[in-house]
């Protein structure tokens, strides 16, 4: 499907208020609905990706990697100015694991985790001419390794 892209994700919370503000802050983001189960964020600046937030059931649970469901949050960011701005604000949330420069390709990403220990990927490409399929596979290493 040329040119089509994810518009939105769900995620299941356990403590909505903590995670509203936690997102709403490392993704520069507004709250552009809330009720007693769900709060959808985005920017009514201009029209991009929407993530909502539900709050889990009692009892939720992390199933491993070889479950079924959403297992990580990546997302691209325009800049390194902007990378740095999103490692300041996981670190000041105590979310940060750290920051790497793929070695096969120009990429730059930032690790980090949502309160409820969902894994964030932040990354900012200097090119995405000709990257190597290597690339591919070092990005496939990361998110496999992210459930350990």
């Known amino acids: 499907m040329p040119g089509a892209s994810i518009r939105s994700a769900l995620v299941s919370?356990?403590?909505i208020d903590r995670s509203s503000s936690f997102y709403q802050d490392v993704l520069d983001a507004d709250e552009l609905m809330r009720d007693d189960q769900?709060?959808?964020l985005g920017s009514r600046r201009q029209n991009t990706f929407l993530l909502f937030l539900r709050k889990a059931p009692r009892g939720p649970s992390h199933p491993g990697q070889q479950?079924?469901?959403l297992r990580a949050l990546?997302?691209?960011v325009d800049s390194t100015e902007?990378?740095?701005r999103?490692?300041?604000r996981l670190n000041d949330h105590g979310a940060l694991l750290g920051r790497k420069t793929?070695?096969?390709g120009p990429v730059h990403f930032v690790r980090g985790h949502d309160p409820?220990?969902?894994?964030?990927i932040f990354l900012t490409y200097e090119s995405t001419r000709d990257l190597p399929g290597e690339h591919y596979r070092g990005l496939t290493e990361l998110l496999f390794g992210l459930d350990r």
């Open 102 to 104: 793929m070695e096969d």
């Open 67 to 69: 479950a079924l469901g």
């Open 13 to 15: 919370v356990t403590d």
């Open 38 to 40: 769900v709060v959808t």
């Open 74 to 76: 990546i997302w691209e």
């Open 116 to 120: 409820d220990r969902l894994p964030l």
């Open 82 to 84: 902007e990378l740095d």
């Open 86 to 88: 999103v490692e300041s």
